[in-house]
């Protein structure tokens, strides 16, 4: 009687234990961009749908004046359905930013949506105990520092960061943005086409560099409460051995 070597029946019950995660369609995202946008928005649908039959009732009228409205009318639906999609799209981005909108780090989540070969770090490279932060980019148009918080609290963690920079990269062009709601600054749903429209005057290779040499600079030391430190504790040996 032939006998199954032991490792290979290990194999095939894990095998049969573990399932393969299912594959998400594209349909399905859509799906759920449409519900997070339609609990912030609850007009997305019939925004949806006025663009969808617009285009639609567009299409038949043109065919309709040729002679073709059937023609018209299959052309015309792909086109009802991508205008659709660019309506979604839109009212989904405004969405997201209504979510995130007043949360610390949101500038940064924004920041991410940033094309265009720009290299934006995770964490703060500086900030003060009101939780206002100071993010930094790299690009082709050079370094950009972008704040989060009110104008008046911020100011001074700019000039810092940019006296900072400069003393590492003097001739590379800095850019300062102010991400809020108060006078002169940026709001939450621009940020990202404001970094976008700067203009590139540096190469790939020279960003590229400019990004290592600010990667070595360092960024912000997080605020640690007082307290035992950790590394230096030591054991308490009489409560140990027992009093």
Same mark, same amino acid.
């Given at each position: 009687?032939?006998?199954?070597?032991?490792?290979?029946?290990?194999?095939?019950?894990?095998s049969?234990?573990? *399932?393969?995660?299912?594959?998400?369609?594209?349909?399905?995202?859509?799906?759920?961009?449409?519900? &997070? +946008?339609? *609990?912030?928005?609850?007009?997305?649908?019939?925004?949806?749908?006025g663009?969808? @039959?617009?285009?639609?009732? @567009?299409?038949?009228?043109?065919?309709?004046?040729?002679?073709?409205?059937?023609?018209?009318?299959?052309?015309?639906?792909?086109?009802a359905?991508?205008?659709? &999609? #660019?309506?979604?799209?839109? *009212?989904?981005?405004?969405? =997201?930013?209504?979510?995130? =909108?007043?949360?610390?780090?949101?500038?940064?989540?924004?920041?991410g949506?940033?094309?265009?070969?720009w /290299?934006?770090?995770?964490? !703060?490279v500086?900030?003060?105990?009101?939780?206002? #932060?100071?993010?930094?980019?790299?690009?082709?148009?050079?370094?950009?520092?972008?704040?989060?918080?009110? /104008?008046?609290?911020? =100011?001074?963690?700019?000039?810092?960061?940019?006296?900072?920079?400069?003393?590492?990269?003097?001739?590379?062009?800095?850019?300062?943005?102010q991400?809020?709601?108060?006078?002169?600054?940026?709001t939450?749903?621009?940020?990202?086409? +404001?970094?976008?429209k700067?203009? !590139?005057?540096?190469?790939?290779?020279? =960003?590229?560099?400019?990004?290592?040499?600010?990667? /070595?600079l360092?960024?912000?030391?997080?605020?640690? !409460?007082?307290?035992?430190?950790?590394?230096?504790?030591?054991?308490?040996?009489?409560? &140990?051995?027992?009093?």
């Open positions: 009687m032939a006998r199954t070597p032991s490792g290979a029946g290990a194999r095939t019950d894990a049969a234990g573990t *399932k393969k995660p299912r594959k998400q369609r594209w349909y399905h995202q859509v799906w759920a961009v449409y519900q &997070m +946008t339609r *609990k912030q928005d609850p007009s997305v649908t019939w925004l949806l749908l663009a969808f @039959v617009g285009v639609v009732a @567009v299409a038949l009228a043109i065919g309709l004046v040729f002679g073709q409205p059937w023609y018209a009318l299959i052309v015309g639906v792909p086109f359905a991508l205008a659709a &999609m #660019f309506v979604l799209s839109r *009212k989904a981005e405004k969405a =997201a930013y209504t979510q995130i =909108a007043g949360q610390p780090g949101a500038t940064r989540a924004a920041l949506t940033v094309r265009g070969g /290299a934006f770090e995770d964490e !703060p500086a900030l003060n105990k009101n939780q206002d #932060f100071v993010f930094r980019g790299v690009g082709r148009a050079g370094v950009v520092l972008v704040s989060e918080g009110p /104008a008046h609290r911020v =100011a001074k963690l700019l000039d810092d960061e940019r006296r900072r920079v400069a003393r590492v990269l003097p001739n590379v062009p800095v850019t300062i943005v991400c809020g709601e108060g006078e002169g600054q940026v939450l749903t621009k940020v990202a086409r +404001t970094v976008q700067l203009k !590139p005057t540096l190469t790939k290779p020279e =960003a590229a560099e400019i990004g290592k040499r600010l990667r /070595a360092g960024g912000a030391r997080l605020p640690i !409460p007082k307290g035992v430190d950790p590394l230096r504790a030591r054991p308490d040996r009489r409560g &140990m051995r027992g009093r």
